[in-house]
């Protein structure tokens, strides 16, 4: 990675960084992170390194059955930054999470060790991004109606394991997601994107699994039949026990899940009320309730909404919390979207540690 990694921010996982949620408050009643976490906080998933990419020399690519022609891939349509920027822009405010965010917790809540980065609850950020819609650049490169699928892959280096080479991360968009609200990124947070979060454009792809959105896409295939990668086949559908051998149907929409803006075994004064802060998400509706339980999930209260609900973004919370007696406690969080999920008890178990959906306990001191 190219960015500095604060232990204060971060905690590593190889080629990977989680955001620690204590980072988005700074101090209990200081500086505040807003909607959007500041790129320089913003938690880095690579599956090899972050590539460098000069932005001048840099061309998207086009090729395809599903495109006016079927050009092949030496005959691509091109695109260069300045292309993109000429056409028309949207800002959109949207989470990228993990597949795997929460993982660990299958192993410490509920006692199956799975394979994969064991992250807490902190293989995710909100950024607000600008850039092109996919939608708009498909057309422009000539899509017709035949086409179903399209595969952006990324520039950075093969991804090699255990001695297999799986080629370059990418993995195939289903046309009507691409065509919805997909957008080919330039900028985070107001800035042009950095490198560990894919410059110079990268895919956003609202509500779905992190690896949908492909960072340094530097091609983009559009076919007019079902395209397969590793990314869809191998990793990221539901195996094992209950799901069929060759895995579930490949992952898309995020499942609702929060989390509170503390440190885990966060230090509180007993005898005054603590305002304590958190976040609650959905990759397929608004949120509509987040209820806090601070004694290990017998009782529960209504946090307070402190912004309106967006289906692609998180939504900040708080709920005052006097505790009485010094010692350990458990705070627990629980989230409902408009969709009617609500966090269940338990994550259904997959062996790879997917969509870890379920309530946390948060332990905190008292003193
Ligand atoms: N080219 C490429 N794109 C990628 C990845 C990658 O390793 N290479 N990782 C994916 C995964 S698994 C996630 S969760 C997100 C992480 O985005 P971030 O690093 O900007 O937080 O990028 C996705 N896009
Ligand atoms: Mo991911």
């Not at 091609?219 to 086949?233: F, G, K, M, R």
């Amino acid at each position: 990675m190219v960015k500095p990694l604060p232990a204060a921010w971060f905690v590593p996982h190889d080629t990977n960084a989680e955001m620690r949620w204590e980072a988005l408050r700074d101090a209990d009643d200081g500086p505040v992170v807003g909607r959007h976490v500041p790129v320089e906080r913003f938690f880095v998933r690579n599956h090899t390194g972050t590539p460098l990419i000069d932005p001048d020399r840099w061309r998207l690519r086009l090729f395809g059955t599903g495109l006016r022609g079927a050009p092949a891939p030496g005959r691509a349509v091109e695109f260069g930054l300045d292309d993109l920027r000429a056409l028309p822009s949207t800002r959109l405010g949207a989470l990228i999470e993990c597949a795997g965010n929460g993982r660990s917790f299958f192993h410490r809540r509920q006692g199956h060790r799975v394979p994969g980065t064991p992250w807490a609850l902190g293989g995710i950020g909100s950024a607000l991004w600008r850039g092109v819609r996919l939608a708009e650049v498909l057309r422009a490169a000539g899509l017709t109606g035949g086409a179903v699928d399209v595969l952006p892959t990324g520039l950075d280096a093969d991804y090699v394991v255990g001695g297999t080479n799986y080629g370059p991360v990418r993995r195939p968009l289903p046309i009507a997601k691409a065509l919805d609200d997909a957008l080919l990124a330039y900028e985070m947070n107001d800035e042009p994107l950095t490198p560990d979060h894919g410059a110079p454009v990268r895919l956003v792809v609202p509500g779905w699994v992190g690896v949908a959105s492909i960072k340094w896409v530097g091609s983009i295939e559009v076919a007019d039949h079902p395209l397969y990668s590793p990314w869809n086949t191998d990793f990221y559908r539901m195996f094992g026990p209950g799901h069929p051998p060759a895995g579930g149907a490949p992952l898309t929409a995020q499942v609702v899940k929060s989390a509170f803006e503390l440190a885990e075994g966060a230090r509180l004064e007993a005898g005054r009320t603590h305002r304590l802060h958190g976040r609650a998400w959905s990759g397929t509706a608004p949120v509509r309730l987040v209820e806090v339980s601070a004694d290990g999930g017998r009782s529960w209260r209504p946090a307070r909404l402190d912004e309106p609900a967006r289906a692609d973004d998180w939504t900040r919370w708080s709920f005052d919390w006097r505790p009485a007696r010094p010692g350990r406690h458990e705070l627990r969080a629980r989230a409902t979207d408009r969709g009617g999920a609500t966090q269940p008890e338990r994550a259904p178990f997959n062996r790879e540690g997917y969509l870890f959906g379920a309530v946390v306990a948060h332990p905190v001191t008292v003193v």
